[in-house]
């Protein structure tokens, strides 16, 4: 299956601008409730775990985490080699691929030379990120999804819309619906009915694949280890039962010891599902020993760098700590507002993907996903290695400012700005010439908070600027004729 | 085979070279402790592992046989495929499952792994339980299977008294573990998902019920 629109969604052409995906979401209602009630759930929960678990002790834990991810950020290089040592040691491959289509290439070569015909894959978002199933498939390997939630999304051609829950914006009727159409079985609603469709399916292809393929949560340095956490059994499967076991990650999966661990896995599960630990934490430690009665004779490990190394040396390395856990997403307010990931028109999304894509992808191909952020905190306060996400939204802003890709008129529009805020009279003239401006613009609108006017849209050479943002208009006086009147401040007030 | 960036072009990327004593990094694991040694461990594991949805059940070590062939005839499995390192142990659990009407199939090396696709039931040894968590660690050294407590739709696990340990934490710290298996699994529940609306669904790929014989000497 060459997936056009996969490529589409997840892989668009550039500049990408979230607009059009984002009016798409805004009339689609049953998505948007969707995202909406499903991320608020998990925020709830995960803030329910951490304060019956660690309670007061969790800031405390957040920054160890941190300190261990920054201490492995600083001395990356030492511990990529050192990993890569270890997994040679116990007999596995270590391949190193700077861009995404070179890992895709190194893949496709192993799964040729072992003359793989069927490849059963576990979720992994480093194989989104390299859009690895269609290169798979262009190279006449089947390539199945066994996540539940992805093997719906590839059933239906679409694509994952979470890093955690990837089909977080499809209800019971569309899944009920692909099954139906793709594997031909009779139409159910009921989600235990079609899990079990899909396993019966998808056992069938564990049973007879020879290819396994899988991301990994965590490599460990000093012993060459692959760290996975799942809860439906898939990913156990996936590298269990082929001969060969292939893993994509990228360069900052790596951790230094097996005993840094259960920090990771501690927080992990909480932050994703609220969960103490996922069903199940595989540690995978080189391929199949003699004395092993099962498991995969082969194992290589693809490392990805695909722009890592580039946010690594800049200041804004600390996004490399990520443990792509969801939880930042989950706590998001623009994440729901706009329907959940598609609108971010990349692999990452949320907060972690709208700090992350414009610097592993350029700052220019992703202009809007700076802005797609209110600078609430929501996003920090979520994260369980203490990401200061908003601060790199401004740091990026402030990157867009200066390489000048915000529009010339956005600037001059805050350069007269930033000027009024310095001068009492300008700023008084201004606001005062403003409102009345506005006020000619601004239509009645039903529906928003309060019977206030509304602007929906502003003339040139506002307008582009206005397409994607409704403002509520003005007050009617300002704070400043306010405080005059109703106070009787003088007039140097 | 298509030969990917050489390792010092890409290493190189990552900034210079460092220094092995750039290791040094002390971090302090009793902040992540939940559960300290001083806790009834068995009520403990019990009753996270039940919360979870496994099934626990306390055995004394006397009756284990009788016990274990109990539940075969309840759950009533034709097959069976076995991943036990110790050879009494196995004699037992065999004893019990002829007395059950359950036939073992030996899928730990002759077979491989295809053939515990045909089985209803793995039974397996355990290298510790975690209070903490209600979690089973096992490891597929020795001679024990990896397939087999995920790919049969029940699991049934053997675990004794003296291998619950209190958290996350004192596997990870445990000083002279020997070397490390090819394969370790913490398994904490049931297969399941809830992918599809959120709604909870238990057995999607792994099995839809873990048993837990928990032997006290
Ligand atoms: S940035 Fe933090 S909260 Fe967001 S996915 Fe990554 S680890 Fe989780």
Known sequence: MSDDQQRHLLDPKLPYLMGARI???????????????????????????????????????????ARIKAHCLDNLRHYIDKFAGAVEGLGGKVHFASDSQEANRICVAIAKAEGARLCVKSKSMVTEEAFLVRDLEDAGVETVETDLGEFIVQLDRDAPSHIVTPMIHKDRRAAGRAMQRELQVEYSEDP????????????????????????????IAESGSLVLCTNEGNAGLSVTSPRVHVVFAGIEKVIPRLSDLPFFLKLLARSGTGQDLTVYTNIISGPRRSSDPDG?????????????????????????????????LNACPVFRAVGGG???????????????????????????LPQASSLCGACHEACPVDIDLPKHFVSLRRAQIEQQIVGWRERLAYRLWAKSM???????????????????????????????????????PMKAWSMDRDLPMPARRSFRQLWKSECGVGKNG | MV???????????????????AEDLSVDHELLRLVGPEEDLLARF????????????????????????????????VSACLSLADGQLRSLVLRAMHSAGCEARD??????????????????????????????????????????????????????????????????????????????????????????????VTGVHGPRAVHILVVDN
């Open chain 2, 3 to 21: 030969e990917g960036t050489s390792r010092e072009h890409f290493l190189a990327r990552l900034g210079p070279a460092t220094s092995p004593a």
């Open chain 2, 107 to 200: 899928t730990t090396m002759s077979r491989g792994i295809a053939a515990q696709y045909d089985v209803d039931i793995g039974i397996t040894d355990v290298c510790h339980g975690v209070a903490e968590t209600g979690s089973l660690i096992l490891n597929s050294a020795a001679g024990r299977s990896r397939g087999a407590h995920l790919v049969p739709p029940i699991h049934l696990a053997i675990l004794y008294r003296e291998q619950i340990l209190p958290d996350l934490v004192d596997f990870f710290t445990a000083t002279g573990e020997s070397e490390l298996a090819t394969a370790q699994v913490f398994v904490t529940g049931p297969s399941k998902t809830a992918d599809i609306e959120g709604v909870l």
């Open chain 1, 296 to 328: 995969p004779e082969e194992l290589h490990f693809i490392l990805l760098d695909n722009g890592r190394s580039k946010v690594l040396a800049s200041d804004q390395s600390e996004l490399l700590a990520c443990i792509r856990c969801g939880a930042c």
């Open chain 1, 23 to 65: 009016d798409k979401a805004m009339a689609d209602d049953a998505m948007r409730t969707a995202v909406t009630s499903t991320t608020a759930a998990k925020d709830v929960l995960r803030k329910e775990v951490f304060a019956n678990s660690f309670a007061e002790r969790y800031p405390a834990i957040k920054r160890e985490a």
């Open chain 1, 192 to 219: 235990s009915k079609l899990t079990a469709i899909a396993r019966s399916y998808l056992r069938d292809k564990f049973r007879h694949a020879d290819l396994g393929i899988s991301g990994a949560n965590f490599l």
């Open chain 1, 422 to 460: 310095r001068s009492a009279l300008l700023f008084r003239m201004g606001s005062r010439m403003g409102r009345i401006a506005l006020g000619l613009l601004s239509s009645r609108q039903s529906g928003k908070a309060g019977d206030r006017r509304w602007l929906m849209r502003l003339p040139w």
């Open chain 1, 342 to 368: 598609h609108a971010y028109g990349a692999v990452y999304s949320g907060p972690i993907g709208a700090a992350l894509t414009p610097l592993l992808r350029g700052l220019e191909n992703y202009p809007d």
């Open chain 2, 46 to 77: 019990m009753q996270e592992a039940a919360g979870l949805g496994m099934q626990p059940r306390l055995v004394q070590a006397e009756s284990l046989e009788l016990e274990m062939s109990r539940l075969l005839s309840e759950l009533a499995p």
